[in-house]
């Protein structure tokens, strides 16, 4: 309010006050201090019309020195503009570039005014008349009305506050505050002023738009101030028509009139309506499809005031759309507009118009569905033709593709074309009826992520050619990527690429296959295509190569060790080729690792062992590699294996052969062929530990070469014992029986020496598994003939000798044993027997050593002489090999199977569990073969294990072939009678035994079997 002091409620008060603040003006430069608008008309009662129908504002406006500018918010296409007056100087009219505003140059008072006079549209509503139109929104704004007695009212439906009559003059004074807006209207059929009702509606419109057609339902919140209403009248443009309304209710009749300038909508009440209610329309746009440019529907009632305008629009998701709003409109959001029309549906879009000549509008098109495209092109390059797998990440939303086209290089032929989502294949044909393009076409539109592989060839030359491009037409390409690869036989280069391409050369074989390598791969991440020139060529290769072939003992393994160095000349080498003996296969060692195949080859007995560098070696450049091997002992015992570098220059080509002169403490003798011995060489990939010392060093032939394993000679002149063992039974009739068992390495000789105590009568004497004659050199010392002079035996010795004693009581005699002439044994395993009642009551220098640590130590050498025996096995025929490595397998598990009711502390259990995983270990190492049973083959046992004998038992380990015992002899003449008679026979059958058997035969030890038989 303004003027005098209006008292009001104190929350009416606060709402003004708070619109008001929102509204202050926002410029800081000038600012309008008081507004006047005057309304001086005079009324034609004959025309009933007013008539000098003019309008004047009058502004005083305060301004900054600063202040080039002021617009004041009046707009052309609502007054005609008659006259501006600056201080009542006229000055030019000026209208901004779209006629919303006047604009007023600078001036140079600091306080003026402005008087505008100006002619309204006047617009006819049916009875009424009125007239609308924009005006700086200032607080203090006033109308003064003036209009004589006999006119119609003026309605002012913008006044914020009181309006006042003065009865006697005619004027009214309107005090409009912020409204920003001359809203006025008056009837023109009326009797008197108390009988026009004056009507204000806020409308609400819902476009459906669907690409072929657009319907509108219309909401209007209808307010009758003053009155009431029978009809309703709305101007309509000619392509609106109406669908009628199942439930009538409110309505009584719809009526439209049309004539030639306008269409005229009368809607009938069932009753005539005061106050408020709502009236529901609906429409269509006739021969209107929703594609294009869709404007305001042409719907205007035809009331005293229009308050607010909502709109909303549902779109078809088979239509892209774009909404242009103006100044006058604003954007609302869906849930606005829904919550204000009532329901939960949410329309597409809404927003709110100001004015009823609203310049917004909605374009709309069939929805193009957007595809987007990251691709992958892998393309092989060969001699003849450029292989070609493309394959396009293709993601479609706002709406499916049903083809595509794509773009492909002059001369493509198509080899496959598949379209997978999901993991599963679509149904799709394709037509490629162009010299570069290809149509895909689908059963159903395709949504979402999904790929297009696409196989095919391009023909290749030397000529520089364009890198084969395929793109699809009609989508966003978010990414390219090439990857090149090419056949060992060419070579290729890439120049002139697009901008926004990365180059990078290749490092890995690439994924089409063995044998195709990644020369190249491009990138391209800026929505642009690949582009580029290809050139190929033939690769020329040329390298030279060294190598070194070693040799290497590595715990019960044999390993050999090749390492090569290729110096390439001219072209690029991607695979080196490698000629190996065709028992290999690819569980190699290789350094640095390579993909490897093997392949056949035209040679016998050998295959092409291929390997793939992790990089191509380029011309004046070097690589080196190694390929080491655990070797498996075959037929002829250990070889060397010979590979041969293919492909390589052979002028220049240097290739060396590493031995080892030495196993552990033994010396190894070669024998080789095509092998030169040299002592000085040159050679990087020779090892630094080699030297000749170590090593023998041979310079290989260029032809085939061999080197094998002759044999292996002991370190030391004198033969070795690794295992003895004697048993002794002990009668007071029969005497003394026993058997010594030794385990003799030769050391390069063909005899032993054998010594045996003074009056003991040797009984019979075999090494290995053969009865042998030695020779007799004195009463005491024989010499026994070796199988073989470097490969371990086992040597038995069976003996007899007298007793002298006494029938009864306790005798101490000293024992002296078989032994093998100048070999010291440093310990042997004793075990006595005696028989009958008689009792063994001491033995005497026995060490401290425990039988089951020596028992161990047994199967230690045992390991160490099968080993032995495989390492020096050369030359020896399967069977032969066989048997031996046989006959050792087999006493080792007689001694493991014996020990079986040993108590084992935990040092010892470890002990034991060693010495087996080492004895699979080496089984694993030589030819197969099943171990013959254990009962049809010579095998020691000792006395220790046999729970037959029916006297006392006792075994001890000793630190010489002497022993003291002390045994009480007790049994009857008639039992002595009957063991001498027993023992005579036994003897007499063993000898007849060891005579029939040959050395294909297997002896039976008499000795082992007879104190069962006691």
Partial sequence: PAGKYVYLPEAFYRTIH?????????QSDWMITKTEYEVDWNWDANLRQFFDQQLKLNFTIVSAESTEQIQLPIRADQVRIEEVRINDEVVLLQWNARGTAIILEAIEASVFDVAITATPTITSLGQLMGLKCEVPAVPDSVLRINHPQDSPEIEVASALGMISRDEATGESVVQL??????????ATGFESSNTAAVVTVDEYYWLDVDPHSVTVDARYEVEVVRGQVRYLEFLLDHDVRTIPIQEAGLIEDIEIIRDADSSRLYVTLSTPQSGRFNLDLKFYLHEQTGTGT????????????????????????????????????????????????????????AFTSSTADSPWQLKTSYQVPQTHVTQLTTMLVQKEAISVEYEATVNTFRGGSLQYQLK????????????????????VEYVDNSQSAVHVFLDRPVVGEHKIVMRGRVPSGLEPQRIPNIQIEDTSLLSDRVLLQRRATVTASVSNLSEGSVYRGGTQQGSAGFGAYVMAEITNDTGDPITGSLSIASNQLAFRSAQVTELIRDDTNWLSKTSFSVDVVD?????IRLRVPDDWDTQLEIQPPMQTRLQSSLEQGRVDLLLIPTKPVTSDSSFEFSIQRRLVVPEGGVRVPRLEMLDAQQNGMQSYVALPRNLEDRRIQWQVSQLQPIQQWTSPLMDSAISNQSHEVFLASPVAWDAHIFNVEDAESDPNIRISNHS?????????????????????????????????????????????????????????????????????????????????????????????????????????AVTGDSRLLSVEGADSRTVEDYHLSQLESLNDVLETTIDVATGHSSVSLQREVQNWMQQFAAIKDGMAHLVLDDESRGRFQEVGARHDQLKTSVIS???????????????VWTNHVSGTLQTAVLEAPQVTVKIEFAHSSEQSIWMTLFMLSMVAITVFAIQAVSSHVLTIEWLQYSPRML
Avoid at 420 to 425: H, L, S
Avoid at 571 to 575: K, T
Avoid at 929 to 942: F, P, R
């Fill in 408 to 427: 492909t290089p002059p001369e493509f032929s198509v080899e496959s074309l598949s379209v997978i989502q999901d993991g599963a294949p679509m149904s």
């Fill in 294 to 349: 869709v404007r305001k529907p042409g719907i205007t009632p035809v009331v005293s005031r229009i308050g607010s305008r909502w709109l909303g629009a549902t779109i078809s998701n088979r239509l892209q759309w774009l909404l242009e709003l103006s100044e006058s409109e604003t954007r609302v959001t869906p849930k606005t507009f829904a919550d204000t029309w009532g329901g939960e549906t949410l329309p597409t879009l």
């Fill in 728 to 832: 002794i039974l002990l009668d007071p009739n029969s005497g003394i029986q026993g058997s010594a068992w030794f385990v003799v390495e030769p050391a390069n000789h063909t005899e032993v020496g054998l010594s045996l105590p003074q009056g003991t009568n040797l009984v019979s004497v075999l090494v290995g598994n053969i009865s042998v004659e030695p020779e007799k050199i004195s009463a005491t010392e024989y010499k026994i003939d070796l199988l073989t002079p470097y490969s371990p035996q086992l040597v038995r010795v069976i003996f007899h000798r007298t007793l002298q004693i006494d029938n009864r009581g306790i005798s101490t005699m000293v024992l002296d044993l078989p032994r093998i002439a100048n070999v010291s044994v440093t310990t042997s395993l004793l075990s006595i």
């Fill in 177 to 186: 505050g912020t409204a920003g807006v001359l809203d006025l209207s008056w």
């Fill in 571 to 575: 072209g690029v080498l991607d695979v």
């Fill in 18 to 26: 708070q619109r008001t603040a929102a509204q202050q003006t926002a």
């Fill in 929 to 943: 073969g099943e171990v013959s049973d254990i009962a049809d083959s010579l095998v020691y046992q000792d006395w």
